[in-house]
């Protein structure tokens, strides 16, 4: 079976279907014209998220027999059109899970303590008491919208912080083993100090959380997005941070990423003034769509594909 690796991934992938079988080819260098080319005869494909696998491509592959996704979300990939010609997808979210969790409780701690802001002005000369006053987790209510892999690691990481966790999907069942109570959004907008997003993007989520949304919340709450970017509408963010419904934002994510995350800006290299708004505000916590990208969990989301694709497929 031929497996074309259109994106860097850690090793062990490539290692453990080669010692099974599999005859492996990097063209992670291989620019969009010239892959059409080459993948004619690939059975399987490993990405990350340099290329649209759109029904135009894909048609390209007429042996494709699956996908390997180095990660959770499988937006860059036509579901739709692989479901109706068998192609099998595989995705890694039990290889990041961890990474997220960790990187959202640190993210949390840093804004509730003002760790961002105490560290640049005491590096300036600067040292501010008071106005560096921090605040605590404990006793507080989270709020967690989605609950599988990343959002369930979250809950279950927070249980030493004597928090309340509330957690909504409609989609999951189990959630006392992860120390989290099932609840409904309206529970959530009733109760919630701290709202965090593990949800994917997909149609029904992009702008989800929207002016409308925000102002259902009951009392002032804190913003965690380790999701996707698209779900949170930038400007109604900004607006709620200005009006103070939003106390403050960790955003691992953001509405302006590119599919290949590294260029934040337009085609002339303008930042968004909705964007300049947000890395304005000290009340808000960002870092470039690294919640899942731990050294560690380089190696486990490869391994975890390289456990799913041989359960499947089996040796060559």
């Not at 990041?96 to 000369?125: C, P, Q, W, Y």
Request: hydrophobic share 40%.
């Amino acid at each position: 079976m031929k497996v074309a690796f259109l994106d860097t991934v850690h090793p062990i992938l490539w290692e453990r279907l080669s010692t099974n079988g599999y005859l492996c080819s990097d063209l992670s260098s291989v620019s969009m014209d010239e892959l059409k080319k080459s993948v004619a005869d690939t059975d399987g494909l490993v990405i990350r998220s340099r290329l649209p696998m759109n029904e135009g491509f894909l048609k390209n592959c007429p042996n494709l027999k699956f996908i390997a996704r180095s990660g959770a979300g499988m937006e860059n990939i036509d579901i739709r059109y692989c479901n109706d010609n068998n192609i099998v997808l595989f995705n890694a979210p039990e290889g990041n899970r961890n990474a997220v969790a960790e990187h959202a409780i640190g993210m949390l701690l840093s804004l509730f303590n003002k760790l961002h802001t105490a560290d640049r002005e005491i590096r300036n000369g600067i040292w501010k008491r008071e106005e560096n006053r921090g605040n605590e987790l404990e006793g507080k209510t989270v709020g967690i919208v989605g609950f599988g892999n990343n959002g369930s690691l979250f809950a279950k990481r927070l249980q030493g912080f004597d928090v309340h966790v509330l957690a909504y999907d409609k989609y999951k069942e189990a959630y006392a083993e992860y120390g989290a109570q099932e609840a409904s959004m309206n529970e959530i907008f009733e109760n919630a100090d701290i709202l965090s997003l593990h949800i994917p993007q997909n149609e029904e989520t992009i702008g989800l959380v929207d002016d409308d949304f925000l102002n259902k919340f009951k009392k002032p709450f804190y913003l965690v997005n380790l999701s996707r970017g698209k779900i949170v509408s930038t400007s109604a963010l900004n607006r709620a941070l200005e009006s103070g419904k939003v106390r403050g934002a960790c955003l691992d994510v953001l509405e302006f990423e590119k599919t290949s995350f590294e260029n934040m800006f337009d085609e002339g290299g303008t930042m968004p003034a909705e964007f300049k708004k947000l890395i304005d505000s000290d009340k808000v916590l960002l870092s470039p769509h690294v919640g899942g990208w731990t050294h560690e969990s380089y190696f486990k989301l490869s391994n975890v594909l390289a456990d799913k694709i041989l359960a499947h497929f089996g040796p060559c």
